[in-house]
């Protein structure tokens, strides 16, 4: 399926909706709408499953508040109409409602985090292009590391869900009870938890996205969260965690970004990525022990550390190009600055 955004005629209205739809796809660098409108649905599936609404309505008025403001700034009508300011600011706008008390005030804090998230991502973009490696989802990293800190010192915005700073202590050594069934539904809880979504069926539907867009990417993206929870089930992390989903999502991006976004799929490259996916989970599991004494999660910061560390020596691996983007293996279209 195209990628071309050239189909969509002169209608702002449906521009608009065309590029906020490519927004949520690119969190999995998908540009393509359908991608996006399939990740929207398991975001909503999931999210009312928890009986936390408040999360899917925030990650629609995160990539709405992050396209528009893009529009406000009057940056590259190309990368606006990708998706690619749209992506981060949904995940802030997942993040904010999970995280503190429903309220007035947070969907406040929610719209200027969101509108903040578009500054920040032109602010690292600029940055990390003197590197000629991708901001990635870092905005929508920093910018929701500073509004939960910040949320510790407003009586008016309340905690509800950030684990209560603590220094970090040894996960208990007790045998993982796990069936067959529970990994299954953990790996696809690792795929959805990219949104923060703890939802299996939602992973389901989110996989069939990005085999719309890319088979590459739903075959990558399952056996990022596939590894990654294997690895955590030998190397016996907290049982909790792991039928969470929580010990997938990271790699789940960092497979996809080096396996066929940034490099040409090949058995070199895949085993690079397969590199790179382990080092995420050690990345995420010392980012979770450093973070616990500020109680604050480490979102998806170990994607981002371990897909930089392994994009920087991108000499002898013939790099694809940051202006090009994959479609069914296929490079297609933009990802100039996701």
Known sequence: MTTSTSNRGSNPIWAFIDANLRGAGQVMFMNNPI?????????????????????????????????????????????????????????????????LGNSVVMWVYLIIGAATTTVVTLAISNVFNTWGVPALTFPFVLTSWFLMLAAYQFHQI?????????????????????????????????????????????????????????????????AGTIVATLLAVGLKGDETSITAGLYGFSAVLTAIALGCVFYHPSWPVLVYALLGTVFTLFVQAALNTALAPVGIPSFTGPFVFATWLFLLPKRDLTPVPHHKHIDDGVLTGTHPKA
């Not at 508040?65 to 992506?87: I, N």
């Open 35 to 99: 991608t996006g409108a399939l990740i929207i649905v398991a975001i909503i599936w999931g999210a009312v499953a928890a009986k936390t609404p408040e999360v899917a309505i925030g990650a629609v008025v995160g990539v709405v508040v992050g396209t528009a403001t893009a529009m406000a700034l009057r940056v590259d009508t190309a990368s606006l109409r990708q998706g690619l300011y749209g992506f981060s600011p949904l995940l802030t706008g997942a993040a904010v409602p999970t995280f």
């Open 158 to 222: 309340k905690i509800s869900s950030l684990t209560a700073p603590m220094l970090a202590r040894p996960v208990a050594g007790t045998s993982l009870d796990l069936s067959a069934a529970d990994l299954v539904t953990s790996m696809l809880k690792g795929v959805a938890q990219v949104f923060l979504i703890g939802n299996w069926v939602s992973g389901l539907i989110i996989l069939i996205g990005l085999a719309v867009n890319s088979r590459w990417a739903a075959a990558l993206a399952a």
